[in-house]
């Protein structure tokens, strides 16, 4: 595929301290996506919020509702989340997707078992010492074939080499269906990632499934521009977003903001964005 893939993590979990434009509703998310696509987007990921407090939404009528709104205002590849927490049972994750009505386009599997617990290396303290992320066989096995059986396409995202590994082992059982579209996560302060460093990224690729088709993008820990050129060189799309980092060096940006100065930065080194035409193209294969 000709152009970079740009995924914008519109939401996650993050609250409006550090920046307002963080879209909590279905009406927000549509239009903050529908702004994101005019800028060079191609696929939203979103969590469902509640509108007034922020607070985490897992409903499957919420879901249905934004993932309409966002078709009927753009043309962008729908990615959800499933569940709302760490401690959930896998269906229990699983429900909020099943139970749309309308449902999106992809959605995730973390690839493995993690301690999803930030360190602080000032304080020299974890955030909360009790984050386990705890995805079995299993369950990985679970979601991938109830997301498939919903008409959508799972999304691997990957945390490690170990990852990776999993994900190899699921194409060959016929689990996983191909191509592949992938999330990298390069992180600093989430131990259980590969850092977010040049050398972070070289090594999980060399540990990409042998002869798998696959299109994959990388999320940041931080700040998308610090990786953004080896990303790219790399052969790679980008995922970033309100929902990661508040991106104070734009002032008080909105998603669409932050997607104009990525696409500004990849007309300098010759690129442009990919359309959700092609990202539809390469993920039927």
């Given at each position: 595929m000709e152009g970079v893939v740009l995924t914008i993590r519109m939401n996650e979990y993050t609250m409006r301290g550090a920046n307002p434009n963080v879209p909590w509703s279905p009406e927000e998310i549509a239009a903050d996506a529908a702004a994101c696509v005019a800028a060079g987007a191609s696929i939203v990921h979103?969590?469902?919020r509640d509108p007034g407090t922020g607070a985490p939404v897992a409903d499957g009528a919420v879901?249905?509702?934004?993932?309409?709104?966002?078709n009927d205002a753009c043309d962008a590849v729908t990615y959800c989340t499933l569940g709302a927490g760490l401690d959930q049972e896998r269906d229990a994750r699983l429900a909020t997707?099943?139970?749309?009505?309308t449902k999106p386009e992809l959605a995730p599997v973390d690839l493995g078992t993690m301690n999803l617990d930030p360190y602080d290396p000032v304080t020299k303290t974890f955030a909360v010492e009790e984050g386990l992320y705890v995805n079995t066989v299993?369950?990985?096995?679970?979601l991938t074939q109830g997301i498939a059986a919903s008409g959508?396409?799972?999304?691997a995202v990957v945390w490690n080499i170990g990852s990776l590994r999993m994900l190899g082992a699921l194409v060959d059982q016929g689990l996983w269906p191909t191509p592949v579209y992938a999330e990298l996560i390069l992180a600093d302060r989430l131990l259980c990632a590969m850092p977010a460093t040049k050398q972070g990224l070289d090594t999980l690729l060399q540990f990409r499934p042998d002869g798998v088709p696959m299109t994959w993008t990388a999320i940041c820990s931080a700040n998308t521009f610090e990786l953004l050129d080896t990303i790219?060189?790399?052969?790679g799309g980008l995922s970033f977003g309100l929902g990661d980092h508040p991106y104070p060096e734009l002032g008080t940006p909105t998603?669409?903001?932050?997607?104009?100065?990525?696409?500004?930065?990849?007309?300098a080194l010759g690129r442009r964005p990919a359309t959700p035409?092609?990202?539809?193209a390469s993920l039927a294969g």
């Amino acid at each position: 595929m000709e152009g970079v893939v740009l995924t914008i993590r519109m939401n996650e979990y993050t609250m409006r301290g550090a920046n307002p434009n963080v879209p909590w509703s279905p009406e927000e998310i549509a239009a903050d996506a529908a702004a994101c696509v005019a800028a060079g987007a191609s696929i939203v990921h979103f969590h469902g919020r509640d509108p007034g407090t922020g607070a985490p939404v897992a409903d499957g009528a919420v879901l249905s509702e934004t993932v309409k709104l966002v078709n009927d205002a753009c043309d962008a590849v729908t990615y959800c989340t499933l569940g709302a927490g760490l401690d959930q049972e896998r269906d229990a994750r699983l429900a909020t997707l099943t139970g749309a009505a309308t449902k999106p386009e992809l959605a995730p599997v973390d690839l493995g078992t993690m301690n999803l617990d930030p360190y602080d290396p000032v304080t020299k303290t974890f955030a909360v010492e009790e984050g386990l992320y705890v995805n079995t066989v299993g369950t990985l096995r679970y979601l991938t074939q109830g997301i498939a059986a919903s008409g959508v396409m799972p999304a691997a995202v990957v945390w490690n080499i170990g990852s990776l590994r999993m994900l190899g082992a699921l194409v060959d059982q016929g689990l996983w269906p191909t191509p592949v579209y992938a999330e990298l996560i390069l992180a600093d302060r989430l131990l259980c990632a590969m850092p977010a460093t040049k050398q972070g990224l070289d090594t999980l690729l060399q540990f990409r499934p042998d002869g798998v088709p696959m299109t994959w993008t990388a999320i940041c820990s931080a700040n998308t521009f610090e990786l953004l050129d080896t990303i790219v060189a790399a052969g790679g799309g980008l995922s970033f977003g309100l929902g990661d980092h508040p991106y104070p060096e734009l002032g008080t940006p909105t998603n669409a903001d932050v997607v104009t100065a990525v696409v500004e930065r990849l007309r300098a080194l010759g690129r442009r964005p990919a359309t959700p035409e092609e990202v539809r193209a390469s993920l039927a294969g």
